[in-house]
């Protein structure tokens, strides 16, 4: 069989700890990444240059190829890019309405508050690339932030002897402002640190490798980033009625991503746990990538489950957290109202994670690792900052004065009293 099939109640403690304990892989290489920021951050585009050839084995001489990405998207195929501009689109409206409004309102008598909220000014956008293809990468990095308004998208990539035309014509449709062929740590340290091209950003997003995610940890404090994210994964959920070919297809499907994938199926059905570890059998012999989707699924971490009810099916997804949550069963909605960590959740048969991958709207950068138990994928919000405002009356702050001057008084912040006293004894609150 290619894939396990087991019973939750029969996990140890080595098996639940494979399941809920899965990394980004990057303390391996953290130390090399050090040295690779350090260098880049002292000295710029000699240390970036001379990484990309010791690590690509490519001689950049302009590291910017903006002009490049914007000839690639006036080349490719005419059905290519309009599937690229309707994949932006899709995302681009979905994100529109995360917008947030600022707000202010009375919320009593002299005492207004409210929030607002602004644009990031500069940002960086990590898209995989090469020789490969990642259109869909630089749409879910892109369009949120020229959505949220930000004022400045740089791009790094990593660099090829050829580029891949749809990846930089993506990046151009999606609407970025600076693109580096640069990938890996070092294109990291030069987005946090800048360097004598590449514009220093505020914050930096986008999916890649254990290096790229290491370098991400290394410059966390000295700038933003969305967050650590390791190999993709799938739950998927299935009662009895679940087709056993659509869920094994979304196993397949996130398996083919990486040697290092996890990714699981979790039925309350033993018949059901059966036939999808056989249609697994079945399908993994016709896809193209099978070398890396048997690896995935002979990883610890994935695996076809049963247990003994809904509820301990439910028990275990919530405490798995997945980055993509496939729910094929009866009653889908309930079961999401049980499910609260999952970055990405994807309902009933005729939605597959595919979907969301490109086109459906919703965004792909997601947590992994548990990631979703305390935070969400990427968004509008990802790229905003919030501000409170304030006003109080004369008759606000008389209303409030005693409550202030008693804690004040009460840490021993004397000078914070006063600034509320000075105020009443004077007669301001007119």
Request: contains cysteine.
């Amino acid at each position: 069989m290619t894939i396990d099939v087991q019973a939750i109640a029969d996990l140890g403690p080595g098996d639940r700890a494979a399941f809920f304990e899965r990394d980004a892989g990057i303390e391996a290489v953290s130390g090399d990444v050090t040295e690779i920021v350090e260098r880049v951050r002292t000295e710029g585009d000699v240390a970036v240059r001379e990484f990309t050839s010791e690590f690509d084995g490519i001689e950049v001489g302009n590291l910017e190829i903006t002009d490049e990405c914007e000839r690639a998207a006036d080349a490719i195929d005419d059905g290519i890019r309009d599937a690229i501009e309707t994949a932006a689109a899709n995302v681009r409206e979905f994100h529109e309405a995360q917008l947030p409004d600022d707000w202010r309102r009375e919320f009593s008598e002299g005492r207004t508050l409210g929030r607002r909220f602004r644009p990031i000014e500069r940002v960086g956008v990590y898209v995989p690339g090469g020789s490969a293809a990642y259109p869909s990468s630089a749409i879910m990095g892109i369009v949120p932030a020229t959505v949220a308004g930000v004022g400045h998208v740089s791009v790094v990539t990593p660099p090829a002897d050829e580029l891949n035309p749809v990846t930089l014509a993506a990046i151009h449709i999606a609407g970025a402002d600076a693109v580096y062929r640069v990938g890996g740590a070092q294109a990291i340290a030069g987005l946090a640190y800048g360097t004598e091209s590449i514009t220093r950003v505020q914050k930096i997003v986008g999916p890649g490798n254990k290096w790229v995610t290491a370098a991400k940890a290394d410059v966390r404090g000295d700038v933003e980033i969305d967050f650590l994210a390791g190999p993709s994964e799938v739950v998927v959920v299935a009662d009895e009625t679940g087709d056993p070919e659509l869920i094994a297809a979304e196993l397949v499907a996130q398996a083919e991503h990486d040697p290092n994938a996890s990714v699981v199926a979790v039925t309350d059905d033993k018949a059901t746990a059966d036939a999808v570890a056989a249609a697994v059998d079945e399908q993994v012999d016709a896809r193209e990538r099978e070398d890396v989707i048997r690896e995935a699924l002979a990883n610890d971490a994935s695996g076809v489950l049963y247990g003994r009810s809904m509820s301990e099916v439910i028990l275990f997804t919530e405490a798995y957290a997945p980055e993509h949550l496939s729910i094929i069963a009866d009653d889908d909605e309930s079961i999401l109202e049980r499910i609260e960590s999952a970055g990405s959740v994807f309902l009933g048969p005729n939605t597959p994670v595919a979907a969301g991958d490109y086109a459906s709207g919703t965004n792909h950068v997601l947590p992994t690792n548990g990631g979703a138990r305390v935070t969400g994928g990427l968004s509008v919000e990802t790229f905003l900052r919030s501000t409170t405002v304030q006003r109080l009356s004369g008759e606000g702050l008389a209303e409030l004065g005693e409550t202030i001057t008693t804690l004040a008084d009460a840490e021993g912040l004397e000078a914070h009293a006063e600034s509320v006293r000075t105020r009443l004894d004077e007669g301001t609150n007119q």
